[in-house]
């Protein structure tokens, strides 16, 4: 499950960030703002995909 929320979070961040309405706190910069969100999607990928091999 935190995973999802994960992917959820960063995608909003990437968004956000790429369409300049979200900064990142400290650079003023929405394309830290993205990669920062791109960061957090590769974790939330990475915890589902252990998250299903502990399930089999």
């Given amino acids: 499950m935190r995973g999802i929320v ?3 979070f960063g995608g ?3 968004v956000g960030g ?3 309405q979200l900064v990142l ?3 003023d ?3 830290g703002l993205a990669i920062a969100g791109g960061v ?3 974790i939330g990928i990475i915890r589902l ?3 299903s091999r502990s399930e089999e």
Wanted: hydrophobic letters at 50%; glycine letters at 20%; aromatic letters at 0%.
């Fill in 49 to 51: 995909a252990m998250s």
């Fill in 12 to 14: 909003i961040m990437v």
């Fill in 18 to 20: 790429l369409s300049g």
């Fill in 25 to 27: 706190r400290g650079t």
């Fill in 6 to 8: 994960n992917i959820i």
């Fill in 29 to 31: 910069s929405g394309g």
């Fill in 40 to 42: 957090i999607i590769l």
